[in-house]
């Protein structure tokens, strides 16, 4: 196939250089480097300019679909695509990509600069080794396989069904654990049911029948404040059955890393609960070894060393059979009869993260000081069994269906980054793909 400069299909052109003075909290979102979450932008955090310091800027003006990429640091290359009907400025050090025969092509420009490997083609043509810096112009002199603008369309349209399907299925699980946490917290934290009934409901929206004709209509004075009646409070020792450290350092070596084998759970892996991908390995052999700090389904993880606050629950449907946790992680194992998903959606509360980081250390690296005793000392509200599992049953076939979709978008992941590269490479024809559009269309939905 016949190559051409990017610069011959896209518009290319970097952000504008806001004043530090005139960034806060209030005003339109600035997309800066950090803002680049790939596939994503994420606008949630980020620093804001006020609409008195925007006039005459709509050239650096983004809205929902603008492709952005990082132009300077370690994560050059890297690019994201505003999602969503808010608008952003875009900041300098950040370059904008559309393409110029109109918008209904830019699918195919987040194509090209989202294909596995892309990022590293653009570093290749910076400047710079310890700090990567690239200007829009070389960006645009990046060669790329030429095709017609009914293949670009056809390749931009492949992609974008598998993303709306991957995004739908993000949307889906971050709204299931809103709702999981959501009724953790009215039901024992805030008593929301109880406090019902003792005003005269017969039922709760959350709680199915059977539990809430169990509940008592007044309380208690406890350790930790008015509980329900005949409701208890327990320590994390007396639920558990395993709260222990992940191995020493010097137990867990660069040299043990293995392509595959049995996954090593660190930071990375509890983003935003349990992220049950991007792990390194080591052999079931020095798992083995490591038996004590071998988690399972079920398990709890946490943080006690670095971004403290971190909880992921292993889950019913974890891709892999056994789990070790790495030297900054600790491992917690509920009793039989106590839920896992109960004191999981505990650390993950404001007032289990606010009991879990009250015991770090004040200086050095953040970390939880004597982790495994300050965690088992942790004092929380004991419900009755009976409410605990049906809690479990609830919030189980939501975690299962947040398992699923994700599996679910890791498959479709990989089937894009597989025939991405080569579609765009001539390697597989456009042809064959209209011939399944129908399918990804459909997946879409």
Not at 213 to 223: H, M, R
Not at 239 to 249: E, H, I, N, R
Not at 342 to 356: A, D, E, K, R, V
């Amino acid at each position: 196939m016949l190559e051409q400069p990017l610069s011959e299909i896209a518009n290319i052109f970097g952000g504008y250089a806001f004043k530090s003075k005139d960034l806060g909290d209030e005003g339109v979102p600035v997309v800066k480097i950090a803002e680049i979450n790939p596939p994503n932008v994420d606008l949630e955090d980020c620093e804001r300019i006020p609409e008195s310091k925007i006039e005459g800027l709509e050239r650096f003006l983004l809205s929902n679909g603008s492709i952005v990429m990082a132009m300077t640091g370690a994560t050059t290359g890297k690019a994201g695509r505003i999602r969503g009907g808010q608008r952003a400025y875009l900041n300098q050090r950040v370059a904008r990509l559309s393409a110029k025969g109109g918008i209904e092509l830019d699918d195919f420009i987040w194509a090209v600069v989202s294909q596995p490997g892309f990022d590293k083609v653009v570093i290749a043509h910076a400047h710079g080794s310890a700090q990567p810096n690239i200007s829009s112009d070389a960006i645009g002199q990046i060669s790329i396989q030429k095709h017609t603008v009914e293949e670009q369309l056809a390749i931009g349209r492949f992609c974008r069904a598998l993303d709306e399907k991957i995004e739908q299925n993000r949307k889906t699980a971050a709204a299931l654990e809103r709702l999981a946490r959501a009724i953790f917290r009215a039901w024992f934290v805030d008593f929301e049911p109880v406090k019902a009934k003792a005003t005269g409901a017969t039922s709760f929206p959350s709680m199915p029948q059977d539990l809430f004709d169990t509940l008592p209509t007044t309380f208690q004075d406890s350790e930790l404040g008015p509980i329900p009646e005949g409701w208890g409070t327990a320590t994390i020792d007396e639920l558990t059955v395993k709260v222990s450290m992940g191995p020493f350092g010097s137990s867990i070596k660069r040299d043990n890393f293995v392509e595959k084998g049995v996954p090593v759970v660190r930071g990375g892996n509890l983003t935003n609960g349990f992220v049950d991908r991007d792990f390194v390995y080591l052999t079931e052999e020095k798992a083995d070894e490591l038996r004590n700090a071998n988690a399972y389904s079920g398990d709890i993880v946490i943080t006690h060393r670095g971004t403290l606050g971190q909880v992921g629950l292993i889950p019913r449907l974890a891709k892999h059979r056994r789990y070790v946790v790495s030297q900054s992680q600790m491992l917690v194992r509920a009793l039989a009869e106590v839920s896992p998903s109960f004191l999981y959606h505990y650390f993950i509360s404001p007032i289990g993260q606010h009991t879990l980081l009250a015991n770090r250390n004040q200086t050095g690296v953040p970390a939880i000081a004597t982790p495994t005793t300050s965690v088992k000392g942790i004092r929380l509200i004991a419900p009755p069994v009976v409410l605990m599992n049906g809690f479990s049953k609830l919030s189980n076939s939501l975690l299962d269906y947040i398992s699923a979709t994700e599996l679910e978008s890791q498959k479709l992941g990989s089937i894009r980054d597989y025939l991405l590269p080569k579609l765009l490479s001539g390697a597989v024809r456009v042809a064959h793909i209209e011939a399944m559009q129908d399918h990804f269309d459909e997946a879409a939905k």
